[in-house]
């Protein structure tokens, strides 16, 4: 397994914009396909994005909507989520995963074989 840390999250306001990193240690980063997910207070643990280890065509969660930017650097063993016009809806605790699949790209978490401890983002109206 892979070690995650997350960090960039904290409090914005409604139309403001986070950046935020997971430094991935432990394994090859590039042996992995990554992801983010959230999680809101007695909710489910939902999928944001995921990227391949190429990088090439990502993929979303239907409420993103062009929003959301997922991009890895593997060089550097860090992935990111760059999110713009957050809304209050945004809320909720955000955790990267990894998966020991390099060119799949899966959105259900159980998928998933290694997860941060997660940063909070919250979005004031």
Request: with cysteine; hydrophobic share 35%; aromatic share 12%.
């Amino acid at each position: 397994q892979v070690q995650l840390v997350e960090s960039g999250g904290g409090l914005v306001q409604a139309g403001g914009s986070l950046r935020l990193s997971c430094a991935v240690s432990g394994r090859t980063f590039s042996n992995y396909a990554m992801g983010w997910f959230r999680q809101s207070p007695g909710k489910e643990r939902v999928f944001v994005a995921a990227i391949r280890w190429i990088s090439a065509m990502p993929s979303y969660g239907g409420f993103v909507k062009g929003r959301f930017t997922i991009s890895r650097d593997n060089a550097n063993n860090t992935l990111y989520l760059q999110m713009n016009s957050l809304e209050p809806q945004d809320t909720a605790v955000y955790y990267c995963a990894a998966m020991s699949t390099p060119n799949t790209i899966v959105t259900r978490a159980s998928a998933y074989d290694s997860w941060g401890q997660g940063t909070q983002v919250t979005v004031s109206s």
